[in-house]
């Protein structure tokens, strides 16, 4: 299975990173890395993860308040947001139908 992080997801990371590198220098390093292992754990365990808004399959991340927004077809799992889960429920919700 590829993976393919979207344009948006992927800005959604670039912010993540500037938050946490604010709050102290390599955090943002950490942040990334910690992500993209939980992105790269949907080769396998795509699929499994509850649907949280239409056809958009969610999945928390490990070490970060945030949750990965996918779908997939047959050979390619679509990341299509990141978000994090302190936000208003409205804007993840409006966040995630924008994407």
Not at 13 to 30: N, P, T, V
Not at 63 to 79: G, H, Q, S
């Amino acid at each position: 299975m590829i993976i393919s992080i979207l344009d948006a997801a992927r800005n959604d990371l670039i912010e993540g990173f500037h938050f946490y590198e604010e709050k102290e220098s390599g955090l943002g390093d950490y942040f990334l890395s910690s992500l993209y292992a939980d992105i790269e754990g949907l080769k396998i365990y795509f699929g499994i993860h509850p649907k949280a808004y239409k056809s958009f399959h969610r999945v928390l991340a490990h070490r970060f308040p945030f949750a990965i927004y996918y779908t997939w077809d047959a050979e390619t799992v679509l990341i299509r947001a990141v978000v994090d889960c302190r936000r208003k429920p409205s804007w993840i919700r409006k966040h995630v139908k924008n994407v």
